[in-house]
């Protein structure tokens, strides 16, 4: 079983940056890949961005490539999300998950969840 814990939502401002962090704990080594995931108000969760864990290799959804960075403390099992020029429409409940077994941009590919940290965007 692993527990996992978003922080670092907040509101900001369009074009400004906020970071999130995921830490985990539990079974934690038996993690494949960690992830985030995010859900725009009325609208069905979206993949964000992946990081294989062991490897330190990540992909990104084609909407935050150039803007988002996902990077990992391996001492702290803690996972972050760095989003720069942020945009109204990056505004969402943002969700970690974790993998036992694969990377992944769809909800099947991961086993546990965190409860989502709050990310607001005015214009």
């Known amino acids: 079983q692993v527990e996992l814990v978003e922080s670092g939502g907040g509101l900001v401002q369009a074009g400004g940056s906020l970071r999130l962090s995921c830490a985990a704990s539990?079974?934690?080594?038996?993690?494949?890949?960690m992830a985030w995931f995010r859900q725009p108000p009325g609208k069905e969760r979206e993949f964000v961005a992946v990081?294989?864990?062991?490897?330190?290799?990540?992909y990104y959804a084609e909407s935050v490539k150039g803007r988002f960075t996902a990077s990992r403390d391996v001492a702290k099992n803690t996972v972050y999300l760095q989003m720069n020029s942020l945009k109204p429409e990056d505004t969402a409940v943002y969700y970690c998950?974790?993998?036992?077994?694969?990377?992944?941009?769809?909800?099947?590919?991961?086993?546990?969840w965190g409860q989502g940290t709050q990310v607001t965007v005015s214009s």
């Open positions: 990081i294989r864990w062991s490897y330190n290799v990540t």
């Open positions: 998950a974790t993998s036992v077994s694969r990377m992944s941009t769809t909800r099947d590919g991961y086993d546990y």
């Open positions: 539990g079974r934690t080594f038996s993690t494949y890949a």
